[in-house]
């Protein structure tokens, strides 16, 4: 499965942004999806994940209460919506797919990534 995130951009700290996760897939409603990221000098670190039929959601804790993913299967398509972002929520953002797993785990397909800087 080919995957493209988009909708990164530049915006001041508490402001909000919707990144898209594009699928080229026909089967993508069987894969769950991840939302990734990483600033320069960082390990990659987990933001939130959805379960193949959007009935399973998970968060990492730095971004619990600001961001929701979502998912619309029926145009292949994933969704994060970032709230009430910081500064250290700057970083590029990877979207990534797996067909068994779920979660903050390493999938097995990824795609290209999205920038997101915050000011302050």
């Known amino acids: 499965v080919q995957l493209q995130a988009s909708g990164g951009g530049l915006v001041q700290a508490g402001g909000s942004l919707r990144l898209s996760c594009a699928a080229s897939?026909?089967?993508?409603?069987?894969?769950?999806i991840g939302w990734f990221r990483q600033a320069p000098g960082k390990e990659r670190e987990f933001v939130a994940a959805i379960s193949w039929s959007g009935g399973k959601v998970y968060y990492g804790d730095s971004v619990k209460g600001r961001f929701t993913i979502s998912r619309d299967n029926a145009k292949n398509m994933v969704y994060l919506q970032m709230n009430s972002l910081k500064p250290e929520d700057t970083a590029v953002y990877y979207c990534?797919?797996?067909?068994?797993?779920?979660?903050?785990?390493?999938?097995?397909?990824w795609g290209l990534g999205t920038q997101v800087t915050v000011s302050s």
């Open positions: 897939e026909g089967n993508f409603r069987t894969y769950a």
């Open positions: 990534a797919a797996d067909a068994r797993r779920v979660g903050p785990v390493d999938y097995d397909y």
